[in-house]
């Protein structure tokens, strides 16, 4: 079965800096693209930031700049640096193949950015 993990959310005040990590099964991290959604109360979960197999990201608008996506294919493991936190970034922090989420979803981390 398919597991996804995510971790390393909390509550930080706006313009700091938080890690999320996300441990996932190797059959699905070893094949596909992986990438970082998050979903705000009352809104859909959006995709915010992918990388591929080999390394190429791309980035949601809201994260550009901000945000970068990384991964350790030895350790199926891919990450999320977020700075400079606004407090729009509050959401749950959920990670799934890209660009859709074909795997069962976590329970996600919840990130909070104070004001």
């Known amino acids: 079965q398919v597991q996804l993990v995510e971790s390393g959310g909390g509550l930080v005040q706006a313009g700091g800096s938080l890690r999320l990590s996300c441990a996932a099964s190797g059959s699905i991290f070893s094949i596909n693209s992986m990438g970082w959604y998050r979903q705000a109360p009352g809104k859909q979960r959006d995709l915010v930031a992918a990388?591929?197999?080999?390394?190429?990201?791309n980035y949601a608008d809201s994260a550009k700049g901000r945000f970068t996506i990384s991964r350790d294919n030895a350790k199926n493991t891919v990450y999320l640096q977020m700075n400079s936190l606004k407090p729009e970034d509050t959401a749950v922090y959920y990670c799934?193949?890209?660009?859709?989420?074909?795997?069962?979803w976590g329970q996600g981390t919840q990130v909070t950015v104070s004001s």
């Open positions: 990388i591929t197999r080999v390394g190429s990201t």
């Open positions: 799934n193949t890209a660009p859709r989420g074909l795997a069962d």
